[in-house]
């Protein structure tokens, strides 16, 4: 045997008033999975028959309803987010100020100093993981190191290259031992 539904009068009133100002048919449908069942004593079944759904799913808009998250609430919470965060979206900004102001100073971004701060903010020990998904969400990405060295010098470099190979020509020419080949 299935549970009886529930519901009071407030739930029929506002479901009544969601009815009479439905704009999309998403709307309409969440209101008629709470009416039918209260006004005219349909089963589940019945009312996700009558309103063209599934019954998982007229179950589903009438649960969503009664806790007020019913598609025309405008303070609603929408599905998906951050439901498990450490800290606010501000409240990281501010704690990640320190280290990008460090980084646009010529400093060095080290994740393992981020997470270890981190660690200490919140109270207790996070997942390297979580620190890098909180730097991908500020937009800080793995920078991949130059293709040249930022101390280099190439007129050493050109030198060098010069010399070398002037003495690994002479080399091939005498044979290893510094005598001529034959």
């Not at 007229?58 to 998906?80: K, M, N, S």
């Not at 439901?83 to 060095?108: C, D, H, W, Y």
Request: aromatic residues 4%; positive net charge.
């Amino acid at each position: 045997m299935a549970r009886p539904v529930t519901g009071d009068d407030e739930t029929i009133e506002i479901a009544q008033i969601a009815i009479s100002q439905a704009t999309t048919m998403d709307e309409l449908r969440q209101a008629q999975a709470v009416l039918l069942p209260l006004l005219y004593g349909l089963s589940l079944e019945q009312t996700a028959q009558v309103i063209g759904v599934s019954l998982g799913w007229a179950c589903q808009l009438r649960r969503r309803f009664i806790t007020g998250r019913f598609v025309g609430a405008g303070g609603a919470p929408a599905p998906g987010g951050r439901k498990r965060q450490n800290m606010s979206v501000e409240q990281e900004r501010e704690f990640l100020a320190p280290f990008i102001e460090q980084a646009q100073t010529g400093g060095v971004l080290v994740v393992g100093q981020i997470k270890a701060a981190l660690d200490k903010r919140l109270g207790r020990t996070v997942a390297l993981s979580s620190t890098y998904n909180l730097l991908h969400r500020h937009d800080w990405r793995k920078l991949v190191p130059d293709k040249r060295h930022p101390q280099s010098d190439p007129l050493a470099q050109a030198e060098w290259k010069k010399n070398s190979l002037k003495s690994s020509a002479r080399s091939s020419k005498t044979g290893q031992a510094g005598k001529p080949s034959s």
